[in-house]
């Protein structure tokens, strides 16, 4: 009798960590929407095929999410928008609904609904360009039909056509009723309360093997070291920072281990590896916890033993025993086994059957595992099947209802087709090969690109190894229990696979700004459950592209008409900081201010607060803005900055406050007030006195004189609003809004030593072709000598000696944005003399020739040189007050710092000289 193909087919069942446990929030809906399309349906299915085995991968991040829905335990930003009547909606509520309740008109879940699809599409031919027009583009009617169809459509039509409430609705189509919501809704709770039950049913009857993942699914030889991307792309570029925490690694593999034996009364056997990442340390760690086995791709498999995974012309494997076999591998600790799965399989499962007819479909994946059961000899082999076990089906006619009943249906009646249980495989054959290393890789390519390597990836890791490392220094420091054990969850939910798969050129899910700030939120959270202000630039975007920029410097001088009326092209060319933007779209702030612009001419400084809820009635809100005092003008200590800030229950300002505005509501209007905070003055008469009215918006002019600030000094901000007395916002979060007075610096001002960067192609006695490099040698020395601290820098060309000018390497590994891809560089440092820094920007590919200018690509080099210099700053810890720029080399670095770095607080105040 011939031996029947054993097939596994392993589910992964995964969604990201979209709670945020500081305030019991949902802050994306997917769990939800997917528990009513995909998670119940997939183990559902298998009642009517009880010869169909299947392993199921189930997440624990995602089991805990789904236990939190069903306990109760949250609010739903997205449903809390849904339910709310639209009538009652305000602008940004409106826009909020409008942007992320239309989905993409491509999708087949839309296209179904003719309804759902009109709106969708109306959304996209219109695509406003500021939230207001979004918040204008649909009628109550429309926004109410799409608050309906955007929570119908993820409704598995299974359960939609059992339901004669929803049917109704769906024949209905349109011009739905508030009392049209709450079925939908109820439907979903229904279905979501059966998920984890169901999972248990099929396990316990022994039709599928549950198993588990790292918690919050990390890519764990990432987190173990990032290092390792290396072996697979040595030339790949890395963050300035080396993220490797092991421990970490074992924490996040052992607390999955133990949540799923809680939840299902059985510990697992196997495991998924997030994005199917292994390396030896990954192997022994899980061996460690007494998992018997794990899964990766085929590639991984070709590099670890050294044997292609070759196909013949119709992609039939060569060598079918080499794939088809599970492995053992003992790496440091107890040995384990290994299955690969077939990718060319699975991703038509995933990819390709979703263009084709069920049956047709369902067909050819049989004709498949057909020809490698007929290539089957005297060893048994184990085809694995193994994808995601709910995304494709979004592209499948009937969510791959129909795909799946044929393709079980067949599966059940074939004699030479025998579908089990990796497990139950394993303990029926005992595994004959082993490998003797696991190369570090993934799914895709059998590398790390897809996580690591892009600019904002290694940003993303940047920030992520510097919290990491804030955490680990409380932790040594024995701090409070509680408030640890609050940072460090919140510190391995950011340690996550999908934060990073959405960063890079890689992946574009539409939703990439919301990624980014719900990756840095989780980030924030590490500090504030420290009680400690996280860094400012957790509250700047990592996509670059992103919709809209959380702050703006200001272009130019604007003097503003303050009637009443807002003229928004007046104010364009001012400063702004967007709260909206700073907290990320899912996590709308609880305060009263949208956006604040800044802005000055000669005279005034002009303010204006965009407030927030302009639809509803006023609220008893008042504003708060604090300034610094002039350089040397008041002592530290004589404000009320502790007073303040125990007020505000904030933390540092960053700056003495020695100025207090208040606006006080007055009817209609607001009275505005300045005083000095020095508690002696604070019921004196207040130094500037005026009324704004508020509309839209609330904006004024406070005169500079009012302030007692000179010409060239830096006057620094901060927003605060309370609402019935009480503090519910500070704006920015972290630091300050910072403008410079403006005037004539030499009249009235003390002189003050700057910190002077002066970047230059060429620096005698160093690199010399003319001119240029006598000046920017001896400029740099003359200003030391009157003070100020400067410092230098230039292209370290092939012809520099090291050794002869005594150069040391202070920076390496400095990733520096070139297009899409940083290009690392090192940076080393010299003297001038004897006590000017020099340092020199070292990248072999660009500046490691004889000679230079005069290549073919020289415009590539010099830009390249402009965006080292500003790069390297950071690292070093050197915040010039000044950038002096030299010839056409270097000459872009302004419109750098415009652009590029517009929204970095570290180059707020960077001013720019060009010879």
Known sequence: MTRPLHVAFVWHMHQPYYKDDLQDTFLLPWVRLRCAKDYYKMPALLDDYPAIKQTFNLVPALVAQVEDYVDGRFTDVY?????????????DERAFIARWMTESSQLRRVRQYPRYLDLTRKREQAWPRTADDMGRLFSDAELRDLQVWFNLSWIGPEVISADPRLDELVRKGRDFSEDDKEPVFNVHFDVLRKVLPKYREV??????????????????????????????????????????????????????????????SNRPRG??????????????????????????????????????????????????????????????????????????LSNAIGFEYQNSGPDEAAKDLIDRLHGIQRRQQDAPLLAVIALDGENCWDFYERNGNDFLHSLYGRLGHDADLKTVTVSEFLAEFPTERSLARIHPGSWINANFDTWVGDQEHNVAWDLLSEARDFLSERERQADAGAELAAARREALIAEGSDWFWWFGRSHDSGMDQIWDSLFRLHLRNIYMSCQQPPPARLYQPIVKDAESSASKR????????????????????????????????????????????FGHDDRNLYLRFD???????????????????????????????????????????????????????????????????????????????????????????????????DPGERLEMVALAYEDG?????????????????????????NRPLKILLVSAEVAPFAKV????????????????????????????????????????????????????PVNADVLEGRIGENVPIYFIENQQFFGREGMYGFWDDDARFIYFSRAALEMLRPLGFQPDVIHVNDWHTAVIPNMLARLYASDPFFADVATVLT
């Open 79 to 91: 449903l809390d928008l849904a339910r709310r009547p639209a009538s009652e909606l305000t602008i």
């Open 271 to 344: 495991i998924w590896p997030p994005e199917a990442a292994v390396s030896d340390d990954v192997a022994r760690l899980a061996a460690e916890q007494g998992l018997d086995w794990m899964l990766s791709d085929e590639g991984i498999l070709a590099r670890s033993s050294g044997s292609a995974i070759n196909r013949d012309g119709d992609g039939r494997l060569m060598q079918p025993e080499l794939l088809y076999a599970p492995y053992r591998v003992q790496t440091g600790g107890p040995p384990i086994h290994l299955v690969f799965r077939d990718g060319r």
């Open 554 to 597: 200001p272009d130019r001088k604007i003097t503003p008409k303050l009637n009443g009326a807002v003229d928004h092209e007046e104010w364009s060319a001012g400063g702004y900081v967007d709260v909206m933007a700073l907290f990320g779209a899912m996590h709308p702030p609880s305060g009263a201010v949208r956006r604040i612009w």
């Open 203 to 264: 396990q316990d009857r022994g039709q599928a093997e549950l198993i588990t993942s790292p918690y919050y699914h990390p890519i764990l030889p990432l987190i173990t070291d990032l290092g390792i991307a290396r072996v697979a792309r040595p030339d790949l570029a890395l963050p300035r920072r080396r993220f490797a925490h092991p421990d970490d690694a074992a924490e996040q593999l052992r607390l999955g281990v133990e949540a799923h034996t809680r939840r299902f």
């Open 770 to 821: 003319g001119g240029l490099a006598d000046v920017a040698g001896a400029l740099p020395k003359a200003l030391r000598a009157m003070g100020h601290d400067v410092r230098v820098v230039m292209p370290r060309y092939g012809s520099v000696d090291v050794e002869k000018y005594g150069l040391r390497r202070v920076v390496t590994d400095l990733g520096v944005p070139l297009a899409h891809q």
């Open 726 to 750: 009480k503090p519910v916002e500070q704006l920015p979060p972290t630091g300050s809004i910072a403008v410079r007075v403006p005037g004539d610096v030499s009249h009235g001002g003390e």
């Open 611 to 709: 407030l927030l809820d302009r639809g509803r009635a006023s609220r008893a809100v008042e504003l708060e803005m604090l300034f610094s005092a002039g350089p040397g003008r008041r002592s530290a200590g004589d404000g009320d900055a502790g007073g303040l800030q125990q007020r505000t229950g904030r933390g540092s300002f960053g700056f003495d406050p020695a100025f207090r505005l208040t606006a006080r509501r007055d009817g209609v209007d607001f009275q505005l007030e300045l005083r000095e905070t020095t508690p002696k003055l604070a019921g004196s008469e207040p130094l500037w006195a005026g009324r704004a009215t508020a509309a839209e918006a609330l904006a004024f002019a406070v005169p500079f004189e009012a302030l007692g600030q």
